[in-house]
Nanobody, 121 residues
Framework: QVQLVESGGGLVQAGGSLRLSCAAS????????MGWYRQAPGKQRELVAT???????YYADSVKGRFTISRNNAENTVYLQMNSLKPEDTAVYYC???????????????WGQGTQVTVSS
């Protein structure tokens, strides 16, 4: 099996910064795209940013210029550096990864359990 564990969430004032981490572990053969999503109360889960195994990135318009996604392929870890945080960034942040395992052909998407980010005004 594959597990994704997020860390780094918390409470921060508007204008502050947080860095989220997500480590994948288990019977991993390779990881393709990794990404971060978020879900605010009463809203649908939305894409925040993604990064390919080659380092190509994509950002939602709402976070461009403020958030930076990166990854360490050797450690199967993805990061989200969040700067200039706004109250509207408050949400549960989830990481996901497109993973190929040693016991199943092809890629499957795995999700972390989520980490709360709260930005106070």
């Amino acid at each position: 099996q594959v597990q994704l564990v997020e860390s780094g969430g918390g409470l921060v004032q508007a204008g502050g910064s947080l860095r989220l981490s997500c480590a994948a572990s288990g019977s991993i053969f390779s990881i393709n795209t990794m990404g971060w999503y978020r879900q605010a109360p009463g809203k649908q889960r939305e894409l925040v940013a993604t990064i390919s195994n080659g380092g190509s990135t994509y950002y939602a318009d709402s976070v461009k210029g403020r958030f930076t996604i990166s990854r360490n392929n050797a450690e199967n870890t993805v990061y989200l550096q969040m700067n200039s945080l706004k109250p509207e960034d408050t949400a549960v942040y989830y990481c996901n990864a497109d993973v190929s395992t040693y016991y199943r052909a092809g890629y499957d998407v795995y999700w972390g359990q989520g980490t709360q980010v709260t930005v106070s005004s």
